[in-house]
């Protein structure tokens, strides 16, 4: 790579850097606002908190790089353009391809990080986090206690606790069970901590006291030392995790499960969700194509480019919106998975048609364009 390539690649890629950390954040604050009930309601850490946000990053990779891309390189070339650095590149005897070409080559490798996203890093991190999840929702001491309120976790069991500890241990225990035959238990314990024993849900209860009414309503009081509360019971054993479609791997989307009705019901969606992993990264190229066809693509002005730039936007967020209007599409007709493709390639073709006219000649087998006006520096491409 010339100098004057690396110069430019690195004019671009400092600009991408800073939009992506920009709508990262964005993306960050939205998750943020999604799983606050994780600390709330579910009563979790931080670092668990932080753990379920950073795996749905890579989620908003696809939707976030092209968006950089686009603004990056609009920002970037507008002002070398106005600066008049592009016309002392014409000036050096440089075409516009060679102008063109470290923007479109930030693109590629934008593009073919997010397929490699898309393909393993998006799945391995929406199971790790329906995993983490559903750890969250299967937390015995977050779902059963509430420090300092009567919780009702399961029919049939009250709980209460005044303080949890960093470790784990409660301070003064109530629990209260009403049993299907009619028996009630009412203990009540200076200390608990939930954990295992013989692979079985238990609360350990210590120093406390046990008041039980049978069916007959007889009254029976049990002081103790300790006392294992069984809760098995009280949980869903049964209960497993169960990936979404986008958590599923390529080769998972376009070759289901048989032997699962849901996978076969939802063939249709694994497919175009497949189609969509592997299309998605080219609006990268297609948003870095129209930046550049914003900037480039016509004469040279003083004052700015602030018309072409607003019809490049539109017709970028006019592409996108037909993208997810065709995926929509695709769940009920799969044969329509091809505009996937076909809908961020067309401006790829039409705006290198218009950018770089020599090279789609009658002689190349293509037919030939007129090229744009430009400028005098220009015409020297």
């Known amino acids: 790579m010339r100098l004057i390539d690396?110069?430019?690649?690195?004019?671009?890629?400092?600009?991408?850097a800073a939009a992506t950390a920009a709508l990262g954040a964005v993306a960050i604050l939205s998750q943020?606002?999604?799983?606050?009930?994780?600390?709330?309601?579910?009563?979790?850490?931080?670092?668990?908190?932080?753990?379920?946000?950073?795996?749905?990053?890579?989620?908003?990779?696809a939707m976030v790089l092209p968006i950089?891309?686009?603004?990056?390189?609009?920002?970037?070339?507008?002002?070398?353009?106005?600066?008049?650095?592009?016309v002392v590149c014409y000036a050096g005897g440089m075409s516009r391809w060679q102008v063109t070409a470290p923007a479109f080559r930030m693109a590629v490798a934008a593009a073919l990080l997010t397929l490699v996203v898309n393909l393993w890093v998006q799945p391995a991190a929406m199971r790790a986090l329906r995993d983490e999840l559903f750890r969250v929702r299967t937390d015995l001491a977050a779902s059963l206690v509430r420090e300092g309120e009567f919780n009702s976790p399961s029919a049939g069991l009250t709980v209460y606790a005044q303080s949890v500890d960093s470790e784990g241990l409660l301070k003064n225990v109530f629990i209260h069970e009403d049993k299907p035959n009619g028996e009630s238990s009412t203990f009540t314990?200076?200390?608990?901590?939930?954990?295992?024993r013989n692979n079985h849900p238990v609360m350990i209860l210590k120093s406390g006291s046990n008041q039980q009414f049978n069916a007959k309503g007889v009254l029976n009081y049990l002081a103790f030392g300790e006392y294992v509360f069984d809760l098995t019971p009280y949980l869903n054993t049964t209960e497993q995790v169960s990936y979404k479609i986008s958590d599923r791997y390529l080769h998972e989307l376009f070759y289901p499960d048989t032997s699962n009705i849901w996978d076969l019901r939802n063939k249709k969606k694994f497919l175009t969700e497949g189609n969509y992993r592997l299309s998605s990264p080219l609006y990268t190229i297609t948003f870095m194509a129209l930046a550049v066809y914003g900037v480039l693509g016509g004469s040279f002005s003083r004052v700015g480019y602030g018309r072409r730039i607003g019809?490049?936007?539109?017709?970028?967020?006019?592409?996108?919106?037909?993208?997810?209007a065709a995926q929509s599409l695709c769940d009920g007709t799969p044969a329509l998975n091809v505009l996937q493709y076909l809908i961020p390639i067309i401006p790829i073709i039409h705006v290198a048609r218009k950018l770089y006219p020599r090279r789609f000649q009658s002689g190349a087998g293509l037919v030939a364009f007129e090229p744009l006006p430009v400028s005098a520096v220009e015409r020297r491409t």
Not at 33 to 42: E, M, P
Not at 68 to 86: D, G, P, S
Not at 311 to 324: D, E, S, W, Y
């Open 311 to 324: 019809a490049v936007a539109g017709t970028a967020i006019v592409v996108r919106i037909l993208g997810f």
């Open 6 to 16: 690396r110069y430019l690649f690195r004019q671009l890629l400092g600009p991408a």
């Open 68 to 86: 950089a891309v686009f603004v990056a390189t609009l920002f970037t070339l507008n002002r070398l353009h106005t600066e008049q650095e592009i």
């Open 32 to 61: 943020t606002l999604t799983f606050l009930d994780i600390l709330v309601g579910q009563h979790q850490g931080v670092a668990v908190f932080v753990k379920v946000i950073l795996l749905t990053l890579p989620q908003m990779l």
């Open 189 to 196: 314990a200076d200390r608990g901590l939930i954990t295992s």
